[in-house]
């Protein structure tokens, strides 16, 4: 197709004193068109995502003055680092301390923010689907005490007693009636991994809203270097023998993104479109946000209709790229642009899929942010030729923000209806051809 239709753009101009020119009529050339017209209707919508062992877990909260207040937790699995682990005839536990490996965050890090952490009492299934909605029942009991804390992201060294730890880390420390019943289990527990699971199902960890703007943490859950459940402990016989033993988690466990959003706090124009269901509030102003939070619907009513005049000739889409501005008013040092964004097409049911202009790669289909057009831009060449052609149905397109799962990213757009020069539209060169 593609090919195709490069030969029916390349020959659209004659070229005067080319070999063969005067073999061809004027009237034989193909004549390409061009359009930035077409009807565009959209709209934002509240989305869930799967947030199952994704490649980091988040964890804070924000207040952002358009899209509300966003809480996020993990729950998670731990497993042992080393199978046999026997504590002796008399231990005695020291302290027990979640320690967090911080790989990004997004928002403002300097507002504090009030952990908890709570034991789980149903197991985590590698068999189960989770969302960002999903939850799993735990004891109602703090082993964090509503510890506080600054999340440092740049900070590249911390010295946490004998050791340096040349990594940006959160240390929460926990009960020791965790510690404790951890060291009490049976020694069986300690013989293999699924066995440990068994009697300790794991960790729901979550914060508190946040009254100021706050932040979104990025935790490399599977950093086993610096993402560790550390138990110290010593034996009442030798007291200054301080000795750890540490949990940790893998790919191989289960865990997830658990998020609450709080939409009615947000900007008024948001607040209409995405609680009151304003959907023509969309032409103006559109939304994306990761977290399983906020997709686009972008339609355009009578792609399928285009050819229905042209008597016998066949429209050829030589290229049609779809072009979303980004308000850029709303970008700032706390709410940066994300880098990645994902197009689907709707199938009549509602599910999505990958476009056929997908597949033929990044550097054609888009899906960056471009600096020069404030905007970003996706080809969708193949898909309008199929809708126009009557090969798809014509049920839209769903933009968002790529890694919605493990991401905390925003972003506002300028609609097809935008009080802004730079609106939403659908750029497209074409041709017509006889049959």
Do not use: W
């Given at each position: 197709m593609i090919g195709t239709l490069l030969l029916a753009f390349a020959a659209c101009k004659k070229t005067p004193g080319t070999i063969g020119n005067d073999l061809i009529s004027d009237s034989e050339y193909i004549v390409p068109y061009y359009t930035d017209t077409v009807e565009i209707v959209c709209y934002s919508y509240i989305d869930s995502v799967s947030t199952k062992n994704t490649n980091n877990v988040l964890l804070g909260s924000m207040k952002d003055p358009v899209f509300g207040n966003s809480e996020a937790g993990f729950y998670s699995q731990f497993r042992l680092s080393l199978a046999g682990q026997n504590f002796g005839d008399n231990p005695v536990l020291d302290s027990l301390v979640l320690q967090l490996s911080v790989a990004n965050y997004y928002?403002?890090?300097?507002?504090?923010?009030?952990?908890?952490?709570?034991?789980?009492?149903?197991?985590?299934?590698?068999?189960?689907?989770?969302?960002?909605?999903?939850?799993?029942?735990?004891?109602?009991?703090?082993?964090?005490?509503?510890?506080?804390?600054?999340?440092?992201?740049?900070?590249?060294?911390?010295?946490?007693?004998?050791?340096?730890?040349?990594?940006?880390?959160?240390?929460?420390?926990?009960?020791?009636?965790?510690?404790?019943?951890?060291?009490?289990?049976?020694?069986?527990?300690?013989?293999?991994?699924?066995?440990?699971?068994?009697?300790?199902?794991?960790?729901?960890?979550?914060?508190?809203?946040?009254?100021?703007?706050?932040?979104?943490?990025?935790?490399?859950?599977?950093?086993?270097?610096?993402?560790?459940?550390?138990?110290?402990?010593?034996?009442?016989?030798?007291?200054?023998?301080?000795?750890?033993?540490d949990f940790y988690v893998t790919s191989s466990d289960t865990y997830f993104n658990h998020i609450d959003h709080d939409y009615t706090q947000g900007s008024p124009e948001f607040v209409d479109q995405l609680v009151n269901g304003n959907t023509a509030a969309g032409q103006q102003t559109v939304y994306a946000q990761c977290m399983g939070g906020v997709r686009t619907r972008v339609y355009m009513p009578n792609l399928e209709h285009w050819a229905d005049s042209l008597e016998g000739s066949h429209i050829v889409i030589n290229e049609a790229k779809l072009v979303l501005p980004v308000d850029e008013t709303t970008v700032d040092s706390l709410f940066r642009l994300p880098s990645n964004f994902i197009l689907l097409g709707f199938h009549t049911d509602s599910t999505t899929y990958l476009l056929p202009d997908y597949f033929e790669g990044v550097n054609y289909f888009g899906g960056t942010y471009n600096t020069n057009q404030q905007a970003v831009i996706?080809?969708?060449?193949?898909?309008?030729?199929?809708?126009?052609?009557?090969?798809?149905?014509?049920?839209?397109?769903?933009?968002?923000?790529?890694?919605?799962?493990?991401?905390?990213?925003?972003?506002?757009?300028?609609?097809?209806?935008?009080?802004?020069?730079?609106?939403?539209?659908?750029?497209?060169?074409?041709?017509?051809?006889?049959?």
């Open positions: 928002g403002d890090t300097n507002v504090l923010q009030t952990v908890h952490v709570y034991e789980l009492t149903d197991t985590l299934s590698s068999n189960s689907s989770y969302y960002n909605h999903s939850s799993v029942d735990y004891l109602d009991f703090d082993l964090a005490n509503g510890y506080q804390f600054r999340p440092r992201p740049r900070t590249a060294m911390n010295i946490v007693g004998d050791d340096t730890i040349n990594h940006a880390i959160i240390r929460i420390p926990l009960s020791a009636t965790l510690g404790e019943a951890l060291m009490n289990l049976d020694t069986v527990a300690y013989t293999q991994p699924d066995y440990f699971k068994e009697n300790f199902y794991g960790l729901y960890v979550t914060c508190d809203p946040v009254s100021q703007p706050g932040a979104i943490t990025s935790i490399s859950l599977t950093d086993n270097s610096n993402t560790l459940l550390q138990l110290y402990y010593h034996n009442a016989e030798h007291p200054d023998k301080a000795m750890r033993y996706f080809r969708i060449s193949e898909y309008m030729q199929s809708v126009v052609s009557g090969k798809k149905e014509n049920c839209g397109l769903s933009f968002g923000i790529n890694g919605a799962g493990y991401n905390a990213h925003r972003m506002i757009l300028n609609g097809p209806e935008s009080n802004e020069e730079n609106k939403m539209r659908l750029e497209v060169t074409y041709s017509l051809v006889n049959e």
